[in-house]
C-alpha cells in the first residue's frame, strides 16, 4: 500500500471547473484533524487548518505521510511516494490498491465502465492501480448470508480508497433489518469512520436541457451538500419495533447529535464553503427538534471560527422548497444524516438526473469511500441502460480526494465533458438531437476519448 509524502506546486494541479469547482483544498476532522483534501497547489494540511504549507499530510483518507520535498519529477509535479517503484521510462509509479464494490443491480454494469476507465488513465498519468473486489449488500447476502462480511470489511480497511457502486434490490426488499443490503452500507460508512459525505450538484451546460426545471432555474447551479453520514437517526440508539399501551405495533428509532458530531461536520463543511462561494447554509428542523437545535447552536459557534463564511440556516422543509424554487441561491449545504440523504436526492434532478452525481465520503482516518448518489436502479439493472457516469465521476472524486491525483481526476472529469460535448446521452439524459447510448457503449466512447486525450488538453478545459 501506498505510504506517501508529496509536494507539489503545479499550474498542472488542476482546479476541476467542472464538478468540484473551487474545493480544492479541505481539511477534515477539525482542528488536530487529520484528513486533508488536497489543493490546487497539493500542499497539505493538519491540525490548524490555515496551515496550508507543505509539512504534514493526511494521515487517513490516504493514510499517507509527508516526508518532505518530491524527488521525482514527471510532468510538472514533484511527487515522491515511499512505495513509489520506477517504471520502465524511469518515471515515478505511485501505486494504489484500491477496493471495488460492484453491489447489486447496476452496480457492476457501472463498475465494469469505471474499473476500465480508472485503468487507462492509471496508465497515462503512471499510476499503478492494483484493484481488489469484494461483495457488499444483496450479492454478499446471498454469498455469505451477511450484507457485510468481515473479509469486505477488512479489504476496504486495507485500502487507499473503497469505490462502490450501488446496493439493494427488490429481491431483498422484505428481508429483516440485519438482512437487509442498506444495512451493509451503512455498516461500511460507519466502518470507515467516513462521516462527512460530499455530494455535488452541479448543472453542466451541456445538460441543462435535460433538467426537468426550467433552463434559467437550473444554468448556473453549483452546490456542495456536505451530508453529516455516521450519525443521525440512521444509527441513533435506542430503535426497533415494540408495543404501545394500546397493544398496537410500533416502530421507532432516535435522531440524536453529539456536540463532537456536529462540530467536525460543521468544520468539513465551513472549509468546503471557504474555498468555494463562501457561503454556508446550514439546514435543520430546530423549530421543532431538539437534536436540530444543537445543531444550529454548534454550527453558528463553530461559524465564529470563519468570520470570512456567510452562514445562514433554513429549516429542512423550506430548503426542499427553495432548491426547486431558487437553487442559485446555494452555495455550500450542511445537514444530517436524513436530510442530506433527501435534499442531495432532490438536487440530483437540478442537474439532469441522479445518474450523473458522484459523491465522496471521507473521515478522520481510514481510506475514503466513493460512490454515486444513485441507488442500484433495480428498475433498468441488467438493460444496459444505466448511466455509468456517476460512477464514473465518483473515481475522479476518489482520485482527486483520496488518493491525491487531481491531475488524473481531471482528466476524467475533462473526457465525461467531452463525451457530453459531443452528444453521447444515456436514456436518463437524453434530449432533442442527441445521440441515444447504452451503459457499455458509453464506456467504450469514454475510453476512446480518455485515449486521445492530452495533459495539455485536459488542463486547457481548467482555464
Ligand atoms: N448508495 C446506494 O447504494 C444506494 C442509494 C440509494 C438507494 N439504494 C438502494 O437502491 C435500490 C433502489 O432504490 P431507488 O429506486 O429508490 O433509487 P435509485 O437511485 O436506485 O433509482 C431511482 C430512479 O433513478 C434511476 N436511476 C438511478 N441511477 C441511475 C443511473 N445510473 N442511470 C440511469 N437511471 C438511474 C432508476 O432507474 C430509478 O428510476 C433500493 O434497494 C435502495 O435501498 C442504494
Ligand atoms: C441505501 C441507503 C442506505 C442510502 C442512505 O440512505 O444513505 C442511500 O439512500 C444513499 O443516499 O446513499
Known amino acids: 500500500m501506498a505510504a506517501c509524502a508529496f509536494s507539489c506546486s503545479s499550474a498542472a494541479a488542476v482546479k476541476s471547473a467542472v464538478f468540484v469547482r473551487g474545493t480544492e483544498s479541505l481539511s477534515v476532522g477539525g482542528k488536530g484533524g487529520r484528513v486533508s483534501?488536497?489543493?490546487?497547489?497539493?500542499?497539505?494540511?493538519?491540525?490548524?487548518?490555515?496551515?496550508?504549507?507543505?509539512?504534514?499530510?493526511?494521515?487517513?483518507?490516504?493514510?499517507?505521510?509527508?516526508?518532505?520535498?518530491?524527488?521525482?519529477?514527471?510532468?510538472?509535479?514533484?511527487?515522491?511516494?515511499?512505495?513509489?517503484?520506477?517504471?520502465?521510462?524511469?518515471?515515478?509509479?505511485?501505486?494504489?490498491?484500491?477496493?471495488?464494490?460492484?453491489?447489486?443491480?447496476?452496480?457492476?454494469?457501472?463498475?465494469?465502465?469505471?474499473?476500465?476507465?480508472?485503468?487507462?488513465?492509471?496508465?497515462?498519468?503512471?499510476?499503478?492501480?492494483?484493484?481488489?473486489e469484494a461483495l457488499v449488500g444483496g450479492a454478499a447476502i446471498d454469498e455469505y448470508g451477511n450484507p457485510l462480511p468481515d473479509s469486505s470489511l477488512a479489504l476496504c480497511r486495507n485500502s487507499d480508497a473503497v469505490l462502490l457502486a450501488a446496493i439493494g434490490g427488490y429481491k431483498w426488499d422484505n428481508n429483516t433489518a440485519h438482512l437487509r443490503p442498506e444495512r451493509g452500507l451503512l455498516g461500511l460508512r460507519a466502518g470507515l469512520g467516513a462521516f462527512a459525505n460530499l455530494r455535488p450538484a452541479t448543472v453542466l451546460p451541456q445538460l441543462v436541457d435535460a433538467s426537468t426545471l426550467k433552463r434559467e432555474v437550473v444554468e448556473g447551479v453549483d452546490i456542495m451538500v456536505v451530508r453529516e453520514l455516521t450519525g443521525g437517526i440512521y444509527f441513533g440508539q435506542p430503535k426497533g419495533f415494540g408495543v404501545n399501551e394500546a397493544g398496537e405495533r410500533t416502530g421507532f428509532n432516535t435522531?440524536?447529535?453529539?456536540?463532537?458530531?456536529?462540530?467536525?461536520?460543521?468544520?468539513?463543511?465551513?472549509?468546503?464553503?471557504?474555498?468555494?462561494?463562501?457561503?454556508?447554509?446550514?439546514?435543520?428542523?430546530?423549530?421543532?427538534?431538539?437534536?436540530?437545535?444543537?445543531?444550529?447552536?454548534?454550527?453558528?459557534?463553530?461559524?465564529?471560527?470563519?468570520?470570512?463564511?456567510?452562514?445562514?440556516?433554513?429549516?429542512?422543509?423550506?430548503?426542499?422548497?427553495?432548491?426547486?424554487?431558487?437553487?442559485?441561491?446555494?452555495?455550500?449545504?450542511?445537514?444530517?444524516?436524513?436530510?442530506?440523504?433527501?435534499?442531495?436526492?432532490?438536487?440530483?434532478?437540478?442537474?439532469?438526473?441522479?445518474?450523473?452525481?458522484?459523491?465522496?465520503?471521507?473521515?478522520?482516518?481510514?481510506?475514503?469511500?466513493?460512490?454515486?448518489?444513485?441507488?442500484?436502479?433495480?428498475?433498468?439493472?441488467?438493460?444496459d441502460k444505466a448511466n455509468p457516469l456517476a460512477q464514473v465521476l465518483s473515481a475522479?472524486?476518489?482520485?482527486?480526494?483520496?488518493?491525491?491525483?487531481?491531475?488524473?481526476?481531471?482528466?476524467?472529469?475533462?473526457?465525461?465533458?467531452?463525451v457530453l460535448d459531443k452528444g453521447y446521452r444515456t436514456g436518463d439524459i437524453m434530449s432533442a438531437g442527441k445521440t441515444l447510448v447504452g451503459c457499455a457503449q458509453m464506456g467504450d466512447i469514454l475510453l476512446h476519448s480518455l485515449s486521445q486525450s492530452t495533459e495539455s488538453h485536459a488542463a486547457s478545459l481548467t482555464a
Not at 487548518?49 to 499530510?57: D, P
Not at 432532490?346 to 466513493?370: N, Y
Not at 475522479?396 to 482528466?411: K, S, V
Request: hydrophobic share 40%.
Open 396 to 418: 475522479a472524486m476518489m482520485l482527486r480526494y483520496g488518493l491525491n491525483e487531481p491531475a488524473a481526476a481531471q482528466r476524467i472529469e475533462a473526457t465525461v465533458f467531452n
Open 37 to 132: 483534501i488536497p489543493s490546487t497547489s497539493l500542499s497539505c494540511s493538519f491540525k490548524a487548518l490555515s496551515a496550508r504549507q507543505h509539512g504534514h499530510c493526511l494521515e487517513g483518507l490516504v493514510k499517507h505521510t509527508v516526508q518532505g520535498e518530491g524527488s521525482c519529477r514527471r510532468k510538472s509535479m514533484a511527487v515522491v511516494r515511499a512505495s513509489a517503484s520506477e517504471t520502465s521510462e524511469g518515471a515515478c509509479a505511485r501505486s494504489y490498491k484500491i477496493t471495488l464494490l460492484p453491489g447489486d443491480g447496476i452496480g457492476p454494469e457501472i463498475m465494469k465502465v469505471a474499473k476500465e476507465v480508472l485503468k487507462m488513465v492509471g496508465q497515462q498519468e503512471g499510476m499503478e492501480l492494483a484493484f481488489e
Open 255 to 383: 435522531m440524536i447529535y453529539s456536540v463532537q458530531e456536529i462540530d467536525r461536520i460543521a468544520r468539513v463543511a465551513f472549509e468546503m464553503a471557504r474555498k468555494r462561494r463562501g457561503r454556508l447554509c446550514s439546514v435543520d428542523k430546530s423549530n421543532v427538534l431538539e437534536t436540530s437545535q444543537l445543531w444550529r447552536e454548534r454550527v453558528t459557534e463553530i461559524g465564529k471560527e470563519y468570520p470570512d463564511v456567510e452562514l445562514s440556516h433554513m429549516y429542512v422543509d423550506n430548503a426542499a422548497m427553495q432548491l426547486i424554487r431558487a437553487p442559485k441561491q446555494f452555495d455550500t449545504i450542511v445537514t444530517g444524516n436524513i436530510f442530506g440523504d433527501i435534499l442531495s436526492d432532490e438536487a440530483s434532478m437540478l442537474t439532469g438526473s441522479i445518474g450523473m452525481l458522484p459523491s465522496a465520503s471521507v473521515g478522520e482516518s481510514g481510506p475514503g469511500l466513493f460512490e454515486p448518489v444513485h441507488g442500484s436502479a433495480p428498475d433498468i439493472a441488467g438493460q
